[in-house]
């Protein structure tokens, strides 16, 4: 159609010099206020050869009018003119690309001029946007199919010898974002990939990228190394992700090697769509190179493709329940919503086929809802008919994750059939949580308030277990029986399981095993207190018909027989109100329950008098192990008592001593009792006694048999520890004649001698008063080692006082003698703290 109107925007009263002139050159004049604008420039852009804006507001009123044109591609052949009597807002206007400015008052012949080379410049990008337009895609602004086409073909035909590889991507379920957020947010995200390709042009010398359609985007580029192809997939990953949009922009990346350069582009492009096609649901697997096998593979998913509107339509979807057992009673305790697809075609469509291309086409939000509705209805008709109610769980997809309206629709559906949120349980994979988790913690925590159980499945596959299960709050974990199979170390999976099992129960977590298949794998899940089961085992996913039958028969399944051996169960273990918890609670002897595995002595359970003695802080202690401050022969002697009762499950006894870094070290005794075995870990309950006292008297009692037998004939030995040099002298000159004195001018010098030699010394003679190390600090250090600990003192001091005497003597000194000497009283009361040991010592002999 002729473009014949010139579209006058206008909030003055009009002149008739720009109406005259207008009608004069045989254009239509059509007034609009600036309000209406957008909208007509909308409908009519096709007519429109000349945009006039006559007004006298400021340029702040008519942002929004020319933003729109400035960013409009469809608007840019259409040149705009402003009057208005603002001459000095004639910058501002001319940077939102406006074709001319003309201040007021108009002259004719100016305006005249004006008008004519502004149309005229009309009719120019007219044929501009038309080439422009042939070449480009309007929305990105880069190349479109046709001419990306072309420009690579050119590219591979100026460098035949070089290495070329073409990729295809697109986004997984880009629909969505256009659903959920609306077209101008998927715009931008069009924009934002545009933007980045036309960066990797500044970046490689050889490289041709366009914009195909839609989502699809394609370029070619030159490559020395196949690891530099990765590198350029990641980073094309990685420049997508950080789009500021709560939803996963994720691209599937497929790469065909050209080898020959002269391959027709479109069955290179092929190539690499059949190769994006391919790459793995694992949202770690982004890309994929192509491969000749992968044609048959492309002709399934698009049959899949091609029917699977009609068969949600025409119910073509059937869901199948897996029942999920209880182990402790052996019965039913609710199941898992499956789906198949019956075709008329094929007959029974494996899930494993159909479910990654919906999840990557965006369908499964559509299955999702179906299944969802579906077994809504089917426990209405449950409670309608009065049968057995159990709680059946559904999957959630990642894609319905993102959808801000998902708990509106998951709530409208229970409250649409009646029923509790509890009886629909949702269940969501460990990777789902790796997407956006701020976002899926959101999601969670509302669905959670409104009273839904959140199931995590596949926990333990990912690579940020834990760390998720400390943000994100969930009620239940499943853990597949396929987790012990990828384990190539023997036992490390079924240890790894049962600590997950352990951790489950001190966070108050139900823990489900799926994929359970033999007896002995049964076994093993109730030997480490798992609770609920799901698996071949105990009846694979049937149809609800049969569901219905075997709850109406009350069903229970035979358990293998248990250990009889076992007099508690594991249960018992970790349950806070069982018979073994009330005997940790009421004994006042330290009690503990050890983890034994051949190699590991590890702690799981103390009661308060344990951590007392050792003096750990309450439950940071469940993981202890506690033999790292041992010697390696009390070690030895540990390890030995837990094999022996492991081997024989009987009892077994031993002692050791602990010496932490700070505190003085500990005697400990243990006896051990065996409890029952655990995965591949023996549990065994130990009782420990605190021995040190006894065993300082009987170290005091060797080391006096040992000075008798050595120095029957040889006089005992005195260490006199004083900085003064006189005090030294005058106390060596008293003694010197009865027994053997060493002398040490300070405290560090004295550990010195006793280190080299404490055997040989019988008595020290403190001062108090030193520098660095002064008297009291030496006791403390000297209590803390065992090897000198019992050798007597005799304080020498000037201080007096009744509390310094006190607290000395509290500390295990024999005497203390104030300054100056008397040396007839000195030599007396050195002569009465050995008479008082050789007493003591006879005494402990006689008990002995």
Known sequence: MKKDIVMLITDTSIKSIILENIIKDGFIPYLVCISQAPEFLKHTVTQIILIIIDTDKSITELTPFLTLYNNAIEYKSIPLIITTSNWQEEESYLNYSVWDFIAKPIKNCVFQLRVKNAIQHSNFTLTDKLLYLSNYDPVSGIYNKRHFFAVTRKLLNDHPNKNFAIFYFDIQRFRLINAFFGRREGDNVIKYIAAHLQQYQMIFPYFSYGHMSGDVFSFCVSFNTHDQLVALSNKLYNNLETYPLPFAIQPRIGISLIEDNKTDINILFDQAVLASKNCSTNYLQHFCFYENSMNDKSIEEQYVVNNMKEALENDQFIIYLQPKYDLRTNTIDGAEALVRWNNPEQGLISPNVFIPIFEHNGFIVNLDFYIWDQVCKLLRRWLDEGRPIYPISVNISRVDLFNPKLVDTICALVNKYNLSPKLLQLELTESAYTSNPQLIKKRMASLREKGFTILMDDFG????????????????????????????????????????????????????????????????????????????????????????????????????????????????????????????????????????????????????????????????????????????????????????????????????????????????????????????????????????????????????????????????????????????????????????????????????????????????????????????????????????????????????????????????????????????????????????????????????
């Open 461 to 848: 596959t990912g690579y940020s277990s834990l760390n998720m299960l400390k943000d994100i709050i969930v009620d239940i974990l499943k853990i597949d029986m396929r987790f012990l199979s990828d384990c190539e170390i023997p036992g490390r999976g079924e240890n790894i399981l049962g600590s997950i099992v352990r951790m489950a129960k001190w966070l108050d977590l139900l823990v489900i095993v799926e994929g359970v298949e033999t007896a002995e794998q049964v076994n093993f899940l109730r030997s480490i207190g798992c609770e609920y089961v799901q698996g071949y085992y105990f009846s694979k996913p049937i149809s609800i018909g049969d569901f219905e039958t075997l709850i109406a028969k009350k069903s229970t399944f035979i358990p293998p027989p248990p250990d009889t051996n076992q007099t508690i169960s594991a249960d018992d273990v970790w349950n806070t109100t069982s018979q073994l918890e009330s005997l940790f609670s009421n004994m006042l002897q330290a009690m503990a329950l050890y983890e034994f595995d051949g190699t590991n002595i590890e702690v799981l359970r103390g009661n308060d008098t344990y951590h007392a003695m050792f003096g750990y802080q309450e439950a940071a202690t469940i993981r202890h192990i506690f033999i790292d401050v041992i010697s390696d022969s009390d070690y030895e002697n540990i390890w030995n008592a837990f094999h022996k009762v492991a081997s024989n499950h009987q009892k077994a006894e031993c002692e050791f001593c602990r010496k932490p870094k700070n505190g003085n070290p500990k005697w400990i005794n243990m006896k051990l009792k065996y409890i029952r075995k655990m995965a591949k870990k023996d549990i065994i309950l130990v009782n420990l006694c605190d021995i040190t006292s006894q065993k300082i008297m009987e170290m005091e009692v060797l080391k006096y048999r040992t000075a008798l037998a050595s120095k029957e004939n040889t006089p005992q030995t005195i260490l006199i520890i004083d900085d003064a040099e006189v005090n030294r002298t005058i106390l060596s000159n008293i003694f010197k004649g009865d027994f053997h004195v060493l002398q040490a001018t300070d405290a560090k010098g004295a550990l010195c001698i006793l280190k080299n030699h404490n055997s040989l010394i019988d008595l020290i003679m403190l001062d108090l008063v030193m520098p660095e190390m002064d008297g009291i600090t030496f006791l403390e250090r000297k209590l803390t080692i065992p090897e000198i600990a019992g050798i007597p003192v005799i304080v020498i001091t000037a201080d007096d006082s009744p509390q310094q005497q006190n607290r000395l003597l509290e500390m295990g000194i024999k005497d203390y003698i104030v300054k100056p000497f008397v040396p007839a009283i000195l030599q007396q009361r050195v002569k009465n703290v050995f008479e008082s040991i050789k007493y003591y010592n006879n005494k402990l002999e006689k008990i002995k």
